[in-house]
């Protein structure tokens, strides 16, 4: 039951999208069905295939603000093969760097079933220059006003942490934030305190759960305290702290509702809830199992559900 | 709000109208920058409200987020309207110091992935070859683990 007529202009049924096998670039499309709304495609080699998008309210074709395009001004690369094959960004992209990620380290000190990041120590981090380089880069590349995540790997385990904060606010970024699992802020209690103090804004928190069986499940170790214990240093040092949980349906996402209780419980240090639904990169043999993904619409439906904040209330990106 | 209240403060209405794209971008960056950064609370002033053991919060206004095009951005409410009527400079001092965003971010991957959305991706990460990268392309690999930009 493929409702193609309506679908309005910024939103057509037709899509594109790559082979999971092979990576070929193959004509998709969004098809609505009874129990939500599923991409649609065929590789010629690899056969059909489908992957739910969409369940429940609101309607998928009302998630879009018709805007004009707002590419880049300088791009690093030109239209040769299509996207996403050209990437730099290209001239057919449609929005400007909104925040600019440096992977700053390939180490990491938890080591997670869930995580995309490689967590190796064989790379070298690299150097200040390099780093000092990336920024001139970003600078060059966006005009300079986007903002900056420092990620990983966990950008916590390099010991010049602050001065790589500190170089990127000298450059003239108004607004870094540091991606981390929070061990290092729970442990070392004046570490918030020199981040703060070279000039970080935020501290990008993954937090997964309010309960161990939670941390256990998606990374192997109880994090529960350690969570707490790094929000109770940042809150010492005045550093803003945003709670992002990965949702993993049937792990954690009974507790949206308590994960923003706990947010809220710890305002105004924390400054919100950042919810990120599992995706699926690295090694699966086996397409990932539509009840093994938790849509957006689901995720503002559990949100009313669990903590009475309404649907309504949400908004599509600007 | 001190009672532990929460407002929404979704601003933004849908309309007919295209809206303009570099503005939207620009109102993100600001908006994101502005709330998760450290909030500007007095140190004696937060410590009170720590002492006092209230919830205090407010629900942020629309949202932003950072991203392309499914991400939900919302503050809260609960019941609104309950209680006394809404002191204006009571109302305007929380709103600086305790407004919370609730945002959700729906990565892609090479099952889901939808191209119309990935042109509209603003997140991206700085590839050490060189370019930026819309964060699920850096990150999207094959049934293999085989990536598409990054270097294994």
Redesign the interface.
């Known amino acids: 039951m493929t409702t193609e007529k309506e679908y309005s202009f910024a939103f057509?049924a037709h899509?594109?999208?790559?082979?999971?096998?092979?990576?070929k670039?193959l004509s998709?499309t969004?098809v609505e069905k009874i129990d939500g709304v599923y991409?649609v495609k065929e590789c010629p080699e690899h056969g059909p295939?489908e992957?739910?998008?969409w369940r429940g309210e609101p309607d998928m074709k009302?998630?879009?603000?018709?805007?004009?395009?707002?590419g880049?001004e300088i791009h690093?690369?030109a239209v040769e093969k299509g996207?996403?094959?050209d990437?730099?960004?290209c001239p057919?992209?449609?929005?400007?760097?909104?925040?600019?990620?440096?992977?700053i380290t390939w180490r990491c000190n938890l080591h997670c079933p869930v995580c995309?990041a490689d967590s190796g120590d064989a790379v070298a981090d690299?150097g200040l220059n390099r780093i000092r380089a990336?920024y001139e880069?970003?600078r060059h590349?966006?005009g300079g006003?986007?903002?900056i995540q420092l990620s990983g790997g966990e950008p916590t385990v390099r010991d010049d942490l602050p001065q790589i904060i500190a170089m990127g606010k000298e450059m003239g970024f108004?607004?870094i934030?540091v991606n981390t699992n929070g061990l290092r802020l729970a442990e070392e209690a004046d570490f918030a305190g020199r981040l703060?103090e070279a000039g970080l804004?935020?501290v990008?928190l993954q937090f997964d759960g309010v309960d161990d069986n939670v941390h256990l499940e998606l990374r192997g170790r109880k994090l529960a305290a350690i969570k707490e214990r790094a929000i109770a240093n940042c809150?010492s040092h005045?550093?803003?702290v945003?709670l992002v949980p990965t949702l993993v349906p049937g792990v954690n996402d009974h507790q949206i509702g308590d994960i923003?209780r706990f947010?809220?419980?710890n305002?105004?240090?924390?400054?919100?809830?950042?919810?990120?639904?599992v995706?699926?990169?690295?090694?699966?043999?086996k397409?990932?199992a539509d009840k093994d993904?938790i849509?957006?619409p689901q995720?503002?439906q559990a949100?009313e559900d669990q903590?009475?904040?309404?649907a309504v209330?949400?908004?599509?990106?600007? | 709000m001190p009672d532990g209240e929460l407002k929404p403060l979704t601003r933004h209405q849908p309309g007919a109208e295209l809206e303009n794209g570099h503005k939207g971008a620009s109102k993100t960056i600001e908006f994101t920058a502005r709330q998760w950064a450290s909030p500007l609370v007095k140190e004696n002033e937060y410590q009170h409200h720590t002492e006092t053991g209230h919830s205090e919060k407010q629900e942020p206004e629309n949202t932003v987020q950072p991203t392309p095009a499914f991400t939900l951005q919302s503050m809260a409410s609960a019941s609104p309207g309950a209680g006394q009527p809404l002191d204006l400079d009571m109302f305007l001092s929380r709103l600086k110091t305790h407004m919370f965003s609730i945002s959700c971010m729906a990565f892609q991957d090479v099952w889901n992935l939808d191209l119309e959305r990935v042109r509209d991706c603003c997140i991206h990460v700085l590839s050490p070859e060189g370019g930026l990268i819309p964060f699920c392309m850096y990150n999207l690999t094959d049934v293999q683990g085989r990536s598409l930009y990054r270097k294994q």
Not at chain 1, 313 to 318: A, E, I, N, Q
């Open positions: 057509p899509t594109q999208s790559l082979c999971p096998y092979c990576l670039k998709a969004r991409l295939m992957t739910i998008i009302t998630w879009t603000r018709g805007k004009t395009p707002a880049p690093s690369s996207c996403p094959f990437c730099g960004l057919d992209h449609r929005q400007r760097t909104c925040t600019a990620l440096l992977e995309f690299p990336w880069e970003i590349l966006t006003g986007c903002n108004g607004f934030q703060k804004d935020s990008f809150r005045n550093l803003g945003v923003i947010g809220l419980e305002c105004p240090h924390v400054r919100g809830v950042h919810f990120q639904p995706s699926y990169f690295g090694r699966y043999p397409p990932p993904r849509t957006l995720v503002i949100v903590t009475g904040i309404r209330h949400f908004r599509p990106p600007g």
